[in-house]
T-cell receptor
Framework: SQQGEEDPQALSIQEGENATMNCSYK?????LQWYRQNSGRGLVHLIL?????REKHSGRLRVTLDTSKKSSSLLITASRAADTASYFC???????????FGTGTRLKVLA | DAGVIQSPRHEVTEMGQEVTLRCKPI?????LFWYRQTMMRGLELLIY????????DSGMPEDRFSAKMPNASFSTLKIQPSEPRDSAVYFC???????????FGPGTRLLVL
């Protein structure tokens, strides 16, 4: 699998439900970032979690990082239709500037 | 802050033509990245500049692609000659340093006929 591979590839939920997306990576990292991309737009940074952190919160977002399993999860609570977008994780390959983006999870929140 | 600015937002050209994409990073950022996004390959890093110097261009697909950063506030990505397989969305991103949050521009949607 690729560095920063997200799972699932697509997710469809009802408004108000929680959405969980997972990311796996291969190399050692300094940090892992999650980005959102609305259709036809650029990527927007959501949250950065460093390798020595296990959990981080930002509003309705909760990110966890397990460096022993080389995996991360993004939880969006109480989802809204406006959360409909693609979500990408990005990891710095071997702790360098070279961020590798995953293939993304396409989230659809139904009103 | 205006964010990262890219131009043009859309470009349609014919095979063989030269294409120049432009990027203005966020003021004060010393790292600049060019990415290409396609359905088949996802988001790929093409080249990375630090303090206006190209550090890694290993992602540049072919010699037809070149990038410059003549100063801290401007970068170009040039494709000459362009081919239909170059059709993609090209993003520029900047960050305070290479290891921090990257701020993306809106992208240039390129279609080569």
């Amino acid at each position: 699998s690729q560095q920063g591979e997200e799972d699932p590839q697509a997710l469809s939920i009802q408004e108000g439900e929680n959405a969980t997306m997972n990311c796996s990576y291969k190399t050692s990292i300094n940090n892992l970032q999650w980005y959102r991309q609305n259709s036809g737009r650029g990527l927007v940074h959501l949250i950065l979690i460093r390798s020595n952190e296990r959990e981080k919160h930002s509003g309705r977002l909760r990110v966890t990082l397990d460096t022993s399993k080389k995996s991360s999860s993004l939880l969006i609570t109480a989802s809204r239709a406006a959360d409909t977008a693609s979500y990408f994780c990005a990891t710095d390959e071997d702790g360098t500037y070279k961020y590798i983006f995953g293939t993304g999870t396409r989230l659809k929140v139904l009103a | 802050d205006a964010g990262v600015i890219q131009s043009p937002r859309h470009e349609v050209t014919e095979m063989g033509q030269e294409v120049t994409l432009r990027c203005k990073p966020i003021s004060g950022h010393n790292s600049l990245f060019w990415y290409r996004q396609t359905m088949m390959r996802g988001l790929e890093l093409l080249i990375y500049f630090n303090n206006n110097v190209p550090i890694d261009d290993s992602g540049m697909p072919e010699d037809r692609f070149s990038a410059k950063m003549p100063n801290a506030s401007f970068s170009t990505l040039k494709i000459q000659p362009s081919e239909p397989r170059d059709s993609a969305v090209y993003f520029c991103a900047s960050s305070l340093s290479g290891l921090e949050t990257q701020y993306f521009g809106p992208g240039t949607r390129l279609l080569v006929l």
